[in-house]
Nanobody, 124 residues
Framework: QLQLVESGGGSVQPGGSLRLSCAASGFTLDNYAIVWFRRAPGKEREGVSCMDDSLGSTYYVNSVKGRFTISRDNAKNTVYLQMNNLKPDDTAVYYC?????????????????WGQGTQVTVSS
């Protein structure tokens, strides 16, 4: 069964850091683009970051540039989202999703496999 499982969410104060993980099972992530979306309460789902497959090009939405870093460990079949200098506006459920090949922007319907989400709460 093809599956993505997120972990690493939690509650932090503004300025804090979290590292989210997206572990794949049933398929090899190095042939897939991985995207991170988030959905904040009362808001639409928003694309945050994406990483292409083998070339590994990365993309970030403006609001997280310089604070978030997406990376992958093919040996662990896992993609990470390192989130630094977190802000209250980053509070959301974060989802990872994948598709073969390259990132195609943040159009959710173009991604085939989804995780269940992990909650990130940034509050003082």
């Amino acid at each position: 069964q093809l599956q993505l499982v997120e972990s690493g969410g939690g509650s932090v104060q503004p300025g804090g850091s979290l590292r989210l993980s997206c572990a794949a099972s049933g398929f090899t992530l190095d042939n897939y683009a991985i995207v991170w979306f988030r959905r904040a309460p009362g808001k639409e789902r928003e694309g945050v970051s994406c990483m292409d497959d083998s070339l590994g090009s990365t993309y970030y939405v403006n609001s997280v540039k310089g604070r978030f870093t997406i990376s992958r460990d093919n040996a662990k079949n896992t993609v990470y989202l390192q989130m630094n200098n977190l802000k209250p506006d980053d509070t959301a459920v974060y989802y990872c999703a994948s598709r073969r090949g390259y990132c195609t922007g943040y159009i959710s319907t173009l991604y085939d496999y989804w995780g269940q989400g992990t909650q990130v709460t940034v509050s003082s």
